[in-house]
């Protein structure tokens, strides 16, 4: 089994920070792809950010120039820097990995638990 383990949602002011993890965890051979996605109430689960195993990145277009995807393989854990938080940041933060469990065997997603992101203005 595998499971992703999510850390450092809170509440927050506008204009302030916070630091999200993500740890993968159990029969892993190789992760690929790691993300966090979040959904807001009422409205649809939307990428935030995504980094592949070779480090190229991608970002949602609200949040270019304020967050920081990052990831330490050693450790299979994905990172995000959320700087000048905005109201419309609030949501529950999910963590997406897609995991290769054993050599030449498929990718499978796996999703976290979520963690709450509120910002107050």
């Known amino acids: 089994q595998v499971q992703l383990m999510e850390s450092g949602g809170g509440l927050v002011q506008a204009g302030g920070s916070l630091r999200l993890s993500c740890a993968a965890s159990?029969?892993?051979?190789?992760?690929?792809?790691m993300g966090w996605y979040r959904q807001a109430p009422g409205k649809q689960r939307e990428l935030v950010a995504v980094?592949?195993?070779?480090?190229?990145?991608n970002y949602a277009d609200s949040v270019k120039g304020r967050f920081t995807i990052s990831r330490d393989n050693a450790k299979n854990t994905v990172y995000l820097e959320m700087n000048s938080l905005k109201p419309d940041d609030t949501g529950v933060y999910y963590c997406?990995?897609?995991?290769?469990?054993?050599?030449?065997?498929?990718?499978?997603?796996?999703w976290g638990q979520g963690t709450q992101v509120t910002v107050s203005s």
């Open positions: 997406n990995a897609n995991i290769e469990r054993i050599r030449w065997s498929a990718n499978e997603n796996y």
């Open positions: 980094v592949i195993s070779g480090g190229i990145t």
């Open positions: 159990g029969s892993i051979f190789n992760i690929n792809t």
